[in-house]
């Protein structure tokens, strides 16, 4: 291989071992060496990045005959650390079996789709779903997208990247997801996904967010009208009815139409004014879920705070997430919709089911990625 390198193309080969006199690819015995033992993976690997230091790009990968184990893990590698660099796979024809008068040539390997990779990614991806990552679970198969035969499954893990990110959402998704105008079902189901996947201070910043997005909801629902946009480039609102005493609402001292219109600071414990000296005046048998959630949200608007200015110490998230649970904004388990007083609000805003809001979401997308097409 040396010589014929050297005679054809002037590139001086350099061989690599993998493999020791007395030793064996693959150990039986040991699960994790079973396929490929870990001292031959190591030593293909530490070869691989001695090759790739060359500055030569693109990179000519050959992994034609041989151990297709051996040769499939070569390929992986390569794409791994070749970072920037563009990869072009050769097929070598075999000299033996050639009759084109000698004439060896290898090829660029067309691009070809792996069937086992595909559902590999899939599955790769789902199993990010059901932890609570949705933007992971894109970035597992985005390098599918456009693979029309992907297409049908593919596009339910695109919209629900772009639901987690909160990017515009494809016209023709089909998900179930809750109404645009059920703010307060979005942040429930977002605290639910950031504590499957452990994101504390995610998860924390959700909670807080629900009970602001379940005030905005009522507010929206039954009393606030949106009107205009002020001088100062903030909404106003018209209210009915219309605010008495101390209501959380800043009144604006022109009318519009003969209307007063308010300001509303619409975050933190200022919602909390406007929940306890508003809604509660006004709807007291539509909102008391809320209004009981409102008399105890403070410890957790301190939390929020405190990952939100900042970079929290580990140590005081550790506290926060066990006092959340202490509080009982989350349960025990660390679940947000087995919560009853979270769902009494939700149920307070006309929405069917509300412990089922997360799961329900993961089973449909779940079912639709293993759907069998004929």
Known sequence: MQQRLREKTGVRGVVFSYLGEQERLEDRDDPRDAVLRRAVVQRLEHAILTALQAEASPILLATTGGIPEVAALVRELVQLHAAQRPVLELDIPDASKSSNDGLDRAQVRPSRRDPSAVVAAKRHALDLVEKGNFIAAWGAVAHLANDEDCRPWINVLRWLYQWAASLPIDRDCDLSLPATSQRAAHAAIRVELALRCEDIPRAVHATVAFFEAAVWDHLYERHAVESTVGSNGKQRYRLCPEPQGRSGMQEMRELVDGVKQYEIHGYGKNLRTICEGYLQR??????????????????????????????????????????????????ASERFLEQPEVCDVLRELGVNDPASLCESLIDEVGARLRAVRP
Do not use: Y
Request: glycine share 2%.
């Open 282 to 331: 006004h709807a007291p048998e539509k909102t008391a879920a809320l209004c009981r959630l409102s008399e105890r949200i403070d410890p957790a608007l301190r939390r929020r705070n405190m990952v939100a200015h900042g970079e929290p110490r580990r140590e005081n998230l550790e506290e926060a997430r066990q006092q959340m649970k202490d509080d009982h904004f989350w349960s």
